[in-house]
C-alpha cells in the first residue's frame, strides 16, 4: 500500500520561499494515471488544492497559487517537492502530499506537517 510523507521547515519568515518534500513508498510516482497533489489546510478552514504533478511529469497549478508555485520530482528518490514563494502569515496551514487519478483528486494521502509562517 502506497504511503506518503510530508517533511519540511516547521517555521518560515515572511517573504521567504516555503519548500516540502513529499517521499513516496510502497509505489512508484512514475506509475501510468497517477497524479501527485499538494493541498493545504489552513486553521479553521477547508481544504485548499495547491497543484500536482502528473506520472508524466506535467504540472497544474490552481489559478490563484499559479504565479508563487512550483512543483517538482526526483524519480530516482521517489520524493515530490513544493516550493511556494513569497509567504505571508496566510500561508500558516497544514501541507499535505496525496495521491489520485486526476488532478485535485485523491484515495490517499499524507499525514501533513504543519507549516507556520512568522517573523
Known amino acids: 500500500q502506497v504511503q506518503l510523507q510530508e517533511s519540511g521547515p516547521g517555521l518560515v519568515k515572511p517573504s521567504q520561499t516555503l519548500s516540502l518534500t513529499c517521499t513516496v513508498s510502497g509505489g512508484s510516482i512514475t506509475t501510468n494515471s497517477y497524479y501527485w497533489n499538494w493541498i493545504r489546510q489552513p486553521p ?15 504540472t ?7 504565479s508563487r508555485t512550483s512543483i517538482s520530482r526526483d524519480t530516482s528518490k ?8 513569497s509567504v505571508t502569515p496566510d500561508d500558516t ?3 499535505f502530499c496525496a495521491r489520485g487519478q486526476t488532478v485535485n483528486s485523491y484515495n490517499y494521502r499524507g499525514q501533513g506537517t504543519q507549516v507556520t509562517v512568522s517573523s
Open 60 to 66: 497544474y497549478y490552481s489559478p490563484s497559487l499559479r
Open 78 to 85: 521517489n520524493q515530490l517537492t513544493l516550493q511556494l514563494s
Open 44 to 58: 479553521g478552514k477547508g481544504l485548499e488544492w495547491i497543484g500536482a504533478i502528473a506520472y508524466t511529469g506535467s
Open 93 to 95: 496551514a497544514v501541507y
